[in-house]
């Protein structure tokens, strides 16, 4: 699996994601497997976020993009951030699992935040 390598859609989609949502809320990403088709680059992960100062609520996000790799749009890079749930920590596995039932996909693989997310000032990936 390719994690977030530099120039990568994964990359990509996660400066997105930091755009939209706080990097030093989010406490878990998975990613799907990557799919190249046709010329085009499709991932999604699911990103969870700390909801309330008690942390024990989270808000669920599916976080997706679509890079077109080959042709006269080549280059061309479209990505979605959606809220797609919420609840207490212990019903993740659950949200996680419609998510990969409506994907109809094999489990999403956990990935680090530090790693997933590009470094840059006051980034978690930072020593």
Do not use: C
């Not at 878990?28 to 942390?55: C, H, K, N, P």
């Amino acid at each position: 699996m390719i994690l977030n390598q530099p120039g990568s859609g994964w990359s990509r989609l996660a400066g997105q994601v930091a755009e939209a949502i706080p990097v030093d809320e989010i406490d878990a990403v998975w990613q799907f497997r990557l799919i190249r088709r046709e010329g085009r680059e499709f991932g999604t992960a699911v990103v969870a976020r700390v909801d309330g100062s008690d942390g024990e609520r989270r808000r669920i996000y599916t976080a997706r993009f679509t890079h077109i790799l080959k042709g006269k749009e080549r280059g061309k890079f479209d990505a979605a951030l959606e809220e797609v749930g919420s609840g207490p920590i212990e019903t993740m596995g659950v949200l996680l699992a419609g998510v990969r039932k409506r994907m109809e996909d094999e489990d999403p693989a956990p990935v680090p935040v530090r790693e997933w997310f590009p470094v840059a000032d006051g980034a978690p990936g930072e020593d």
